[in-house]
């Protein structure tokens, strides 16, 4: 069984920093492509950033500059480090990663369950 879990969310004020985390867990071959995405209520699901292994970073225009997103591949792990944090920044963010399971010859897209950013004073 293969899965991602979130962890790192929680509520801060504006201009503070929070970074998630989005581990890997399972029979792991290989991971390809990782995500964020969030939802804000009312609001479709968005792309916040996107890192492969041979593409430079993608990252939604509302975000860039404040967002890095990293990974360890030793580890299976995503990171999101969020700096300068908006209200508008408020939403349930979610891992997104394209993995190889063992035996298998092809990548399958899994989520995490979210984790919950809330920027307020």
């Known amino acids: 069984q293969v899965q991602l879990v979130e962890s790192g969310g929680g509520l801060v004020q504006p201009g503070e920093s929070l970074r998630l985390s989005c581990a890997a867990s399972?029979?792991?071959?290989?991971?390809?492509?990782m995500a964020w995405y969030r939802r804000a209520p009312g609001k479709e699901r968005e792309l916040v950033a996107l890192?492969?292994?041979?593409?430079?970073?993608t990252y939604v225009d509302s975000v860039k500059g404040r967002f890095t997103i990293s990974r360890d591949n030793t580890k299976n792990t995503v990171y999101l480090q969020m700096n300068s944090l908006k209200p508008e920044d408020t939403a349930l963010y979610y891992c997104?990663?394209?993995?190889?399971?063992?035996?298998?010859?092809?990548?399958?897209?899994?989520w995490g369950r979210g984790t919950q950013v809330t920027v307020s004073s």
């Open positions: 997104n990663a394209y993995l190889k399971r063992t035996g298998s010859y092809i990548f399958s897209e899994y």
């Open positions: 399972g029979r792991i071959f290989s991971v390809g492509r």
């Open positions: 890192i492969t292994s041979n593409e430079p970073t």
